[in-house]
């Protein structure tokens, strides 16, 4: 995936980093960049011994030029369809269907996921305004990379635990419900939280209360009670990150019986359902929001929203309609 384009303020501080004797490695620190596009700045544009900031940004914007219009560009009429659907929150994977699909019979064209997010994210330059980002899930202002996992710098507080590498396959191959998900979402200032669950076949969730913080001891407690609804046979793996609320993993463990691995460091994309339904729940548990004004009754009504709305990765079913009839299945 590419990344967003180096600004001219972060050339002039590669300028001044150069002049300061900084190596590389230091550079892309301070700027959040990798190593690797430092060194390509560098090679591009003479060295670092004759690198020039304004020079370079100059060359950039001469190389980004295109000898033709972009998609967008060379048909307003899509430009404004997208703008408006991303502007009613639909997803550019949700738009890029609909117009393959003949939704829209005076579209005549189609437009992949990737060149609506280069649109969303190519600073007007691209033929969609700037600020689209903003109606996106994630509401990211710009692309992340996705890193690749390295081992803890120093002693986890987690002590011995169980990698995802070594999770048994059935669970990745979503075939039988009783594989969850976890996480924590925050509240306002990180005073409060919710402790997430979710079945990796069936999506369904589970919501625990974490009014007094997001403690080890307090999680093991709420994860006590949360995995107590479900029934002991179902409760095979819990998958969570590498976050110190979870300690006391090994209590956890020997209480409800369930076996707990945990993702890479950095890797939330090895925690898809979790991510993907925080991100859904958090359309109506926003960022900011002060988490202990939710009561029980209002988890259990988040938990029926979330449980029985239709879902395109489950053909349009419902959460509760896969986990009942998986639950129904299960000797």
């Not at 703008?83 to 009613?88: E, I, N, Y």
């Not at 306002?188 to 625990?208: K, Q």
């Not at 110190?244 to 460091?265: K, W």
Request: proline share 6%; with cysteine.
């Amino acid at each position: 995936m590419p990344g967003e384009a180096l600004s001219l303020s972060e050339r002039v501080q590669i300028e001044v980093d150069v002049a300061a004797g900084e190596l590389n490695g230091a550079i892309a620190e301070g700027l959040g960049r990798s190593p690797s596009t430092i060194s390509r700045e560098f090679t591009r544009n003479g060295g670092r011994a004759g690198y020039q900031a304004i020079a370079a940004d100059a060359r950039a914007q001469r190389q980004r030029r295109r000898p033709k219009p972009t998609c967008f560009q060379a048909n307003p009429a899509l430009a404004a369809h997208v703008v408006a659907r991303l502007r009613a929150l639909d997803s550019p994977m949700t738009i890029s269907i609909e117009l393959a699909r003949g939704v829209y019979p005076h579209l005549s064209v189609t437009v992949s996921p990737e060149t609506i997010y280069q649109g969303i994210y190519g600073r007007a330059r691209r033929g969609l305004p700037h600020g689209l980002f903003a109606c996106l899930h994630r509401r990211r202002g710009q692309r992340r990379h996705r890193r690749e996992a390295g081992k803890p710098l120093r002693p986890s507080p987690l002590g011995q635990f169980n990698l995802i590498g070594t999770r048994p396959a059935i669970a990745a191959a979503r075939v039988e419900v009783g594989h969850l998900e976890g996480d924590l979402i925050l509240g306002s200032n990180c005073r409060s939280a919710l402790a997430t669950v979710f079945d990796r076949t069936s999506r369904y969730v589970w919501l625990g209360q974490l009014r007094a913080g997001h403690t080890a001891e307090r999680v093991l407690y709420s994860l006590i009670e949360l995995l107590d609804r479900i029934p002991p046979g179902l409760r095979r793996t819990l998958t969570w990150d590498q976050g110190t609320e979870m300690a006391r993993h090994v209590e956890l463990a020997q209480i409800t019986g369930i076996d707990i691995y945990f993702a890479d460091p950095h890797s939330p994309w090895q925690r898809p359902t979790n991510e993907n339904g925080n991100g859904l729940l958090r359309r109506y548990v926003g960022k900011g929001t002060d988490l202990k004004a939710y009561s029980q009754a209002d988890l259990r009504q988040l938990e029926r929203r979330l449980n029985t709305m239709p879902r395109r990765s489950l053909n349009w079913s419902t959460a509760q309609d896969v986990y009942s009839r998986a639950v129904a299945l299960t000797p």
